[in-house]
């Protein structure tokens, strides 16, 4: 197939000769601004004009309509749309609407990404924004509780399908919601850990000459990256450490499990393979490779103190720099915006420049999204593989210090 990615032609960050990009108040400097701002105005523009969600069936966040829904809320919170969020309240409840019609067909799917907990969520998100009771759809989610947490449910532990994602919901409505604690409360939170730690526990011990005590398999596959892997599912178990026994869980089952993962990194390149028996170098993506695992082991050095996750993040980076601008267009699942965020997760580690830099490079080379690419991805407009994910990117780097990854990380 040849190269998967452009070469990089940007300069890269110099001490000497770059003026700072970032102001008093941890916003982009406002030529920055400005210009990112124009982009997303027009994006968006192109975006609405050519949404055909009224036909679709498709009502989830990574490919369908709830996507744009979480768009229109990361709007919503920036400072230059203050005086149209109402209009952007609007837009997103009349889609939420036309999303929660759909929850009801097809095949039963619980994770905040692909599945029912998504919309559910995002109409608690809009309820609380509008001043409205959103407890109903707190009770709902919280309903789900027992076919997710029960044996004879077939559910995979993964982000994108599994008990990962539907933690990642519970986690992040408790992040923005302090009330929702009453229905989503502490005990259904580790209920769920304990259930994807002990998932991940009887599968190990099923191996065997098993030397790491929790693995996990997505269609008879260990995946290694964020989307179906455990790069995604440990970040995940490491955003609940508050529910974690420290000696136990986190110290005995989580950190040798990461320490193996950490172990997988291509010594040549910093990349990650995508999974255990895949000894090729080549997917540089959020969903496969480094610009997922950074997440992982960025938040390990935060929790446990040790240089070698940053020295791993560091590295993997460097290869982001090099191999991260993809043919495959500029979405957020394999895609540039999606590659930018790992800079934007090291400058928010290290508040070094360097990492804004070329989030900000990576950001301007999605300015053109439809010259760079290959090919038009399946879902062009969608949050995870189209535009809505490239003017996502753009409006969370504005505030670089709060920028978080949708739909995955939830503290910074």
């Given at each position: 197939m040849g190269e998967r990615y452009f070469?990089?032609?940007?300069?890269?960050?110099?001490?000497?000769?770059?003026?700072?990009?970032?102001?008093?108040?941890?916003?982009?400097?406002?030529?920055?601004?400005?210009?990112?701002?124009?982009?997303?105005?027009?994006?968006?523009?192109?975006?609405?004009?050519?949404?055909?969600?009224?036909?679709?069936?498709?009502?989830?966040?990574?490919?369908?309509?709830?996507?744009?829904?979480?768009?229109?809320?990361?709007?919503?919170?920036?400072?230059?749309?203050?005086?149209?969020?109402?209009?952007?309240?609007r837009k997103a409840n009349s889609l939420i609407k036309r999303s929660l019609?759909?929850?009801?067909?097809?095949?039963?799917?619980?994770?905040?990404?692909?599945?029912?907990?998504?919309?559910?969520?995002?109409?608690?998100?809009?309820?609380?924004?509008?001043?409205?009771?959103?407890?109903?759809?707190?009770?709902?989610?919280?309903?789900?509780?027992?076919?997710?947490?029960?044996?004879?449910?077939?559910?995979?532990?993964?982000?994108?399908?599994?008990?990962?994602?539907?933690?990642?919901?519970?986690?992040?409505i408790r992040e923005k919601i302090e009330d929702s604690v009453q229905i989503l409360d502490d005990n259904l939170i580790r209920s769920l850990?304990?259930?994807?730690?002990?998932?991940?526990?009887?599968?190990?011990q099923r191996e065997?000459?098993?030397?790491?005590?929790?693995?996990?398999?997505?269609?008879?596959?260990?995946?290694?990256?964020?989307?179906?892997?455990?790069?995604?599912?440990?970040y995940i178990l490491l955003e609940a450490r508050n529910y974690l026994d420290d000696e136990k869980e986190l110290n005995t089952l989580i950190k040798p499990t990461i320490d193996f993962v950490l172990g997988l990194q291509f010594p040549d390149t910093g990349n990650y393979r995508s999974s255990l028996n895949n000894t090729e170098d080549r997917l540089v993506h959020w969903c496969h490779g480094s610009p997922g695992v950074i997440h992982l082991l960025s938040l390990a050095y935060q929790v446990f103190e040790k240089e070698i996750y940053l020295n791993a993040a560091i590295k993997a980076a460097d290869d982001i720099w090099h191999r991260g601008l993809l043919k495959k267009g500029c979405g957020l699942c394999h895609?540039?915006?999606?590659?930018?965020?790992?800079?934007?997760?090291?400058?928010?580690?290290?508040?070094?420049?360097?990492?804004?830099?070329?989030?900000?490079?990576?950001?301007e080379w999605c300015f053109e999204p439809h010259q760079h690419r290959i090919r038009i991805a399946d879902r062009p407009y969608s949050l995870f593989e189209g535009l809505a994910g490239t003017i996502y990117f753009l409006a969370d780097i504005i505030h670089p210090k709060q920028a978080r990854f949708p739909a995955f990380q939830i503290k910074f």
């Open positions: 070469p990089n032609h940007y300069l890269d960050y110099n001490d000497d000769n770059e003026t700072l990009l970032i102001d008093g108040s941890e916003s982009l400097i406002t030529s920055l601004c400005t210009d990112f701002l124009r982009h997303i105005r027009v994006f968006l523009q192109e975006l609405e004009s050519n949404l055909t969600l009224s036909s679709s069936k498709d009502f989830t966040i990574y490919t369908g309509s709830t996507g744009i829904v979480l768009l229109y809320l990361k709007l919503y919170e920036l400072n230059a749309f203050e005086n149209e969020r109402q209009d952007i309240l019609e759909n929850i009801g067909g097809g095949k039963e799917r619980y994770s905040f990404l692909c599945g029912q907990t998504g919309v559910l969520a995002c109409k608690v998100l809009i309820n609380h924004a509008r001043g409205k009771d959103y407890s109903k759809y707190l009770r709902i989610i919280r309903n789900l509780a027992p076919k997710i947490l029960s044996d004879s449910t077939e559910l995979p532990d993964e982000i994108l399908f599994g008990r990962s994602g539907f933690l990642y919901s519970l986690l992040m850990v304990e259930k994807i730690l002990k998932s991940g526990q009887l599968t190990s065997k000459n098993s030397s790491i005590p929790l693995i996990y398999y997505w269609h008879e596959k260990a995946y290694v990256g964020a989307a179906h892997g455990y790069a995604g599912i440990l895609g540039t915006a999606g590659n930018g965020y790992a800079f934007i997760r090291l400058f928010q580690l290290t508040n070094d420049q360097k990492y804004l830099y070329r989030a900000v490079k990576f950001a």
